[in-house]
């Protein structure tokens, strides 16, 4: 009978507990479906800022409009948090051009890889394909040098998971340059780490190392590859471009922070990127999980919730090319020996959030799928092993134990948009951008509760 009664007690609390939880998760759904300003939030960062790389006036904009916003709210603590990033700028000339035996020209669209020398006037080479960074490693400096080498691997279109395809894909355009350099390659130019078959050149980040021989790096359309790939069957295809983009000295750049205190003083940080690649308007990428961010503690404190731990949302700078905001992050908050126990990052686009991914133990895996039946109603329902994000990755160096989480998002398009010129705020759904809001204002809820 003891034995009857505190089961009944155990199922009574348990009930109760994840009563309470459920109504409070469809206040925060009511809120950012009925009052939510995620989506104007986000119109005013592409519409009123733009794209905003790195260094640029754009990016320092994003830092007076994001502090700016936070201060709005009323939020218990906004700052900024100083850091040095580095200033690669586009230039104002960037243009390709095939030539065949034929002699037919096509112009090609292209855009520069971010962090690229510009070519120095106009250069010529003739194209020699390759698959991809492997492929290119097998190849002597002989078949290489004074030529432009076309990397032409595409995006797996069997994998259901995007991110999947891209990272296959990923080292063409962050390593492939670096690579062709050690053989003295003229130029290199990408087929763009993109889904669709469409005219969009999508740009991104690549990487020299410190002694190479340092050469031009470009992206083309699919569509442009897929041409060039079926010239190149044909004879041989010379290559013209040029392109005037320059890496400059680091800058003083910050990440804007937003808080609201808890009853005791560890941290659970969330956040997006705030800069973006400097085409479009990094609306998917990641003008989304800044929206996501800002939205989930202006919800919380909205409807009253006082939390247990240290709410904090971080507009992190510099993801896309050095990922110096999340670096510098960890490095000061560890410095400062704040406790930190989770962190949680939204960087893959305005999409229908699924789930979140988590980067944890089994234990914190466990945790985290516990929830599914709660959640199964505002159809989350993806909780599995994964990555956390870039810029809440390197807390992981100085808190080991933390958890991390990644909203998982239906990933199917984000690649049409990803570093392109047509990432734009009308490219978002307003609905789903409110879902992925709530989404992030129940994970950090749920985690403030849940991890002592
Ligand atoms: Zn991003």
Known sequence: MKKLILLLLVITSTTSFAQ???TFIREIYDEALEKGEAYENLRSLCKDIGARITGSAEAEMAVKWGEKLLKSYNFDNVYLQEIKVPHWERGTT???WIENEAGEILKLDILA????????GLITGEVIEVLDVKALQQLSENEVKGKIVFLSQAFDKKNIQTFKSYGACYPIRGLGTNEAG????????IRSLATPEDDFPHTGTMHYDEDVNKIPGAAMSTNNATLLSEWLKKGKVTLKMEMDCKTYPDVTSYNVIAEMNGKDDKVITWGGHLDSWDVGEGAHDDGAGIAHSIEALRILKELGYQPNHKLRCVLFMNEENGNMGGKSYAKIVSEKKEEHICAIESDRGGFLPVGFDVNGTEDQ???VQNYETLLNSFELYRFRKGFGGVDIGPLKEYYPNMIQLGMAISSQRYFNYHHTNNDVFEAVNQRELELGSAAMATMVYLMDKTLK
């Open 94 to 96: 960037e243009a390709a």
């Open 20 to 22: 309470t939880d459920s």
């Open 365 to 367: 895996l466990k945790m």
């Open 113 to 120: 890889l971010g962090g690229s020398i510009g070519t120095n």
């Open 182 to 189: 050690k053989l003295n390659a003229k130029a290199v130019v």
